[in-house]
């Protein structure tokens, strides 16, 4: 399609998310060239023009930490634990994806994601089982015109059957075929440093228990292949291993001590944190507060569309709430709604490189903007336009989306897609992949992550 070349965005309550800029009640946010150009009043410009007045306008959305190859899997793992997560998902489930499946996953993906006004997804992909694999998971992503980060899995993913070989191929480091996989796909779709589809690195789970010197040597063979960012799983060790690095962002790590949470914060390092999994799973308390609080730049993830859908302001509110319910009858509440959007959209950005990119509408930064209409029985007048967000709204109020300047959502629908049609090609792949899964030899495969990494 083509992309205009200027969109003014007028009349909203428009959230910067800069704290220099603060909130328009009416403003108007100006996109030019896939930039902003401005955010003010009453902005004249020869321009395309999107009614926005009664609605808010924010920053792109950010989901920090997601395996997007999952959105074929929506509900399977729901009332899973972890151990169950873990032997479903990533022994058995991972070897019933063939390219197509994978290309359909990452776009089905990338289309949730902006449906809920998410723009920036870091993709945490561990399903490079083949290179044709790793190939339709990248065309899926760029083909929906998602922004983010592709995080290419340095892993070994079992697509056998044997249970002994399933377990040598986890616990042995990534094989060497990766290294030239993850170059090639890098060197073929994501040659723009700056464009909107980024690559990265995924190091494999194995990561927070491997020795220091052969982690050393693991995130060394991560930074040769030239990432924009290195993502991880982490436990309760806290990383001292790591080189100097543009970004690197570790997800969960919920065990990490106040000492440590400040030696992350001072080296630079995102935490991610994904309420609704953590929560849900029992892998203990949410730390993007405590990281925040100590200066670190926090994000929040979906992590597995399997289990809940993507909706990073619904992972804001819960975090919000858990935080709240800590404190008991509390005079004042101490951490507000604005803080948890803060860490969907400004504080997201900076833990992941991306700050000078997205989070924020402030001149020069990518224009991915995104207008929220509440709905009028529920959520009108609109007193504080990050409470309404967090707690009056889903992804059917986001009534428009701009990635990079180009309209991706508009008047409540996805431009350019055929619905029906990707709802149909849905429901085929999601039935191949379960016939291929109750072909498994469940009973032997069972036990393959038994003990592993504990």
């Known amino acids: 399609m083509t992309v205009p070349s200027n969109t003014l965005i007028r009349g909203g309550h428009v959230l910067t998310m800069d704290p220099e800029l603060g ?25 395309e023009v999107i009614d926005a007045s009664g609605a808010i306008v924010l920053p792109g959305l950010i989901d920090g930490h997601r395996h997007v190859w999952q959105s074929l899997l929506r509900g399977v793992a729901s009332d899973w634990s972890l151990p169950e997560y873990l032997r479903e998902a990533r022994s058995m489930y991972c070897a019933c994806f063939d390219p197509d499946d994978a290309y359909l996953a990452n776009y089905l993906g990338g289309l949730e994601s902006i449906n809920a006004g998410i723009t920036t997804v870091v993709d945490h992909s561990h399903l490079q089982r083949t290179p044709e694999i790793t190939d339709a998971l990248v065309r899926g992503l760029l083909d929906s015109r998602v922004g983010g980060v592709f995080c290419y899995g340095l892993q070994n993913v079992p697509g056998m059957t044997d249970p002994g070989a399933v377990r040598d191929l986890l616990t042995r480091l990534p094989d060497d075929w990766h290294d030239a996989n993850a170059q090639t796909v890098r060197d073929k779709y994501f040659a723009d440093p700056r464009q909107r589809l980024r690559f990265g690195i995924a190091l494999p789970e194995s990561a927070p228990y491997l020795p220091a ?57 995102g935490l991610c944190t994904t309420p609704d999994i953590e929560c849900g799973m029992g892998t203990g308390p949410l ?155 469940r009973a032997a495969l069972e036990g393959v992550w038994s003990g592993l990494f504990g």
Do not use: M
């Open 213 to 269: 010197d052969v982690l050393d040597a693991l995130v060394a063979r991560a930074t040769a292949l030239n990432p924009s960012l290195i993502t991880g799983h982490w436990n309760d060790r806290c990383p001292d291993v790591f080189p100097s690095h543009p970004q690197i962002s570790l997800t969960h790590a919920n065990h990490l001590s106040d000492d440590d949470l400040t030696a992350l914060a001072e080296a630079g390092i």
């Open 23 to 47: 909130d328009l009640p009416v403003g108007d946010v100006l996109v030019t060239d896939g930039r902003i150009a401005a955010v003010g009043t009453e902005i004249v410009a020869d321009a």
């Open 287 to 441: 730390l993007a507060r405590r990281f925040a609080s100590r200066g670190g730049a926090a994000s929040l993830g979906t992590d597995i569309t399997s289990y809940t859908r993507a909706d990073i302001l619904a992972q804001a509110r819960l975090l919000l709430q858990v935080e709240r319910s800590a404190d008991a009858l509390p005079p004042t509440v101490t951490w507000r709604a604005r803080d948890a959007l803060d860490l969907a959209t400004r504080s997201a950005a900076t833990s992941l490189g991306l700050a000078s990119e997205v989070g924020t509408l402030t001149t020069g930064t990518r224009g991915d903007v995104v207008v929220v209409r509440p709905d009028p029985l529920g959520a009108t007048p609109v007193g504080d336009p990050a409470a309404t967000l967090l707690f009056y709204t889903s992804p059917a109020e986001v009534e428009t989306v701009v990635v990079e300047g180009e309209l991706v959502k508009r008047d409540g629908a996805l431009v350019g897609v055929d619905i029906a049609d990707v709802r149909q090609l849905a429901e085929e792949a999601a039935e191949r992949i379960r016939a291929r899964y109750d072909r498994l030899p």
